[in-house]
């Protein structure tokens, strides 16, 4: 299917797909042939049972463990320690070990960093700290610089699912569900994407579009506001264009899935099919005030099995090499259970966890040194302090904040010292996180 097809069918279902807002291009600073994935827990995970794992230590009172399984089940690949599952988890029929899945074949691509300090307990503020590198409001995810610096006129330069995706109006997030919705998409005038019958005729079909873009060259011929042309123009353009976006369809599996797993599927089409360079996937269910234990095991199950499923999509589409992938959540989680009896020490009710300005991010692929963990937290899980050279622990360091990560990462991808990097600056040391 053609470009202008693809658009009526976005448009047709409300979804959006627009060309970016910026007149003329940035001056290219990002690898275009470079694919970065922001994977968004969210609701704010809790790294103690996943890549920061901590035992059933007790609170200084001697009442209620940081989790309900015990030191010495914590778990070891490579260099990365990771959690047991909960003694009180009881998994479902569907339910597999994913920890012990992801970290065994993913563990030499992976680069964890534990004891990062978000500042806050707020979701939104988290969000955007954990995915701009600042707190403040009206700066653009990194997901969409990099699209502004790399391919700001691809058609699907930036992919979102959700999270933080602002964009300041640099590219224009390409809002898509997932390739089961695609898959739909790409046929609008069929009933049934695999089926053979029409709405209309083929021929039909071609006048009605026809008929379409007539009437958006008249409407541009007649517009005298510039910036109203202007867009009609991009319009125009975007529906006569050649380039071809059924092969992302022709690229997606035979059997497509839902949820994380399909949007995984979409970015890797997308990327392989040159529309795309940047893309945010998301997946809830992270934000366990209560029934902690089973809701954040099977939220965790779910988030890695999505990671492990895009990773494989993308050596299906051979660019595995080229692609970098960093994970991450709002916040974390308190390192005590909020349904304990202060008097009796039980736990009561369903045991959750509240927001904690502790978490950790975890990057893989292209370009990072796996096997390999950077900075920690104290056995009661506060942030402990860095040298800003060495990464060894010192306690008159630093505490590594997103910031830190995120003026490491402009470097990885080559914004620093560009004009996006100046216009939107994260004013932290810079620190070797990657290198």
Not at 30 to 53: E, Q
Not at 92 to 118: C, E, P, W
Not at 298 to 310: A, T, V, Y
Not at 368 to 395: K, M
Request: glycine letters at 10%; aromatic letters at 8%; a neutral charge.
């Amino acid at each position: 299917m053609n470009r202008r097809n693809f658009l009526k069918a976005l448009a047709a279902t409300g979804m959006s797909l627009s060309l970016p807002m910026i007149s003329s291009p940035l001056s290219a600073a990002a690898d275009s042939n470079r694919f970065w994935v922001m994977v968004n827990a969210s609701g704010g995970w809790d790294p103690t049972a996943l890549c920061d794992p901590k035992g059933n230590a007790l609170r200084s009172d001697g009442r209620g463990p940081i989790n309900n399984f015990a030191a010495s089940a914590i778990r070891t690949a490579g260099n990365i320690n990771y959690a047991a599952y909960s003694d009180t988890f009881v998994p479902r029929d569907t339910d597999t070990d994913s920890l012990d899945n992801f970290f065994a074949k993913h563990s030499g691509r992976l680069q964890v960093i534990n004891g990062v300090d978000v500042g806050t307990n707020s979701h939104s503020v988290g969000s955007r700290f954990v995915w701009s590198g600042k707190t403040d409001m009206g700066n653009p995810s990194l997901a969409a610089l990099i699209s502004a610096s790399a391919a700001p006129n691809k058609p699907m330069s930036y992919i979102s699912n959700g999270g933080y995706d602002f964009t300041d109006s640099l590219v224009s997030a390409s809002r898509i569900s997932g390739s089961s919705s695609f898959n739909r998409l790409a046929f609008p005038n069929k009933p049934s994407p695999g089926g053979t019958d029409r709405y209309f005729k083929d021929e039909i079909y071609d006048l009605i579009q026809q008929a379409k873009m007539d009437s958006l060259q008249r409407q541009r011929s007649s517009e005298v506001l510039n910036k109203r042309r202007q867009k009609l123009n991009e319009l125009l353009s975007a529906r006569s264009g050649t380039d071809s976006l059924d092969q992302i369809v022709q690229k997606l599996p035979d059997n497509i899935s839902g949820g994380l797993k399909g949007q995984a599927e979409m970015a890797a089409a997308a990327f392989a099919s040159g529309l795309s360079v940047s893309a945010n996937l998301n997946v809830g269910g992270f934000d366990t005030h209560s029934n902690h234990d089973t809701t954040q095991t099977r939220s965790i199950n779910d988030l890695l099995d999505g990671i492990d499923h895009l990773w494989t999509e993308l050596e299906r589409q051979g660019i595995q090499d080229r692609t970098t992938i960093m994970i991450g959540s709002d916040f974390g989680r308190t390192p005590f259970f909020n349904g304990y009896n202060r008097d009796s020490g039980d736990l009561v009710g369903t045991g959750g966890k509240d927001h904690w300005n502790v978490t950790s991010v975890m990057v893989m692929g292209a370009g990072i040194t796996g096997n390999r963990v950077i900075g920690g937290t104290d056995d009661l899980y506060g942030a402990r302090r860095i040298n800003p050279s060495t990464l060894a622990f010192d306690d008159s360091g630093i505490l590594i904040t997103p910031a830190h990560i995120h003026k490491a990462l402009r470097r990885l991808t080559g914004l620093a010292g560009t004009e996006l990097d100046s216009r939107y600056p994260v004013a932290v040391d810079d620190i070797p996180l990657f290198t």
